[in-house]
Nanobody, 125 residues
Framework: QVQLVESGGGSVQSGGSLRLSCSAS????????MGWFRQFPNKAREVIAA???????NYADSVKGRFTISQDNAESTLYLQMNNLKPEDTADYYC???????????????????WGQGTQVTVSS
C-alpha cells in the first residue's frame, strides 16, 4: 500500500518561497500520477498540481507561473516549489497519488486514492 509523508511547510512572508516535499513508499512513478491539493482554514479544498511518470505536469490557474511540481531522479520524493507566495496561499498542503493516469492530469488528484497527513503553510502580509 502507498504511504505519503509531507514536509517543508512553515511560515513565510508574502512574496517569499517554500519547497514542499512528499516522501513516497509503495509507489511506482510509472504507474498512475502524483499531485498536490490544499485545504484552506475554512476547510475548502483545491487541487493545485499534478505530474505523471513521464514528467508531464498540469497546474491550477491560481498557481500557474508561481508553483512548480517535480520529482527526484529516483522518483521516491515529490516536490512542490512555491514562489511569490501570497496570503491566500495559506493552507494545509497534501500530496496525493492515483494508481490511474487520467487524460486530464489534475483529475489524478481529484480521484486520488492515497494522501498524506499534510504540511501547514502560512503566508503573512
Amino acid at each position: 500500500q502507498v504511504q505519503l509523508v509531507e514536509s517543508g511547510g512553515g511560515s513565510v512572508q508574502s512574496g517569499g518561497s517554500l519547497r514542499l516535499s512528499c516522501s513516497a513508499s509503495g509507489y511506482t512513478a510509472s504507474s498512475g500520477c502524483m499531485g498536490w491539493f490544499r485545504q484552506f482554514p475554512n476547510k475548502a479544498r483545491e487541487v493545485i498540481a499534478a505530474i505523471d511518470g513521464n514528467g508531464n505536469t498540469n497546474y491550477a490557474d491560481s498557481v500557474k507561473g508561481r508553483f512548480t511540481i517535480s520529482q527526484d531522479n529516483a522518483e521516491s520524493t515529490l516536490y512542490l516549489q512555491m514562489n511569490n507566495l501570497k496570503p491566500e496561499d495559506t493552507a494545509d498542503y497534501y500530496c496525493a497519488h492515483s494508481p490511474v493516469r487520467y487524460d486530464h492530469l489534475l483529475t489524478c488528484v481529484v480521484r486520488a486514492q492515497y494522501w498524506g497527513q499534510g504540511t501547514q503553510v502560512t503566508v503573512s502580509s
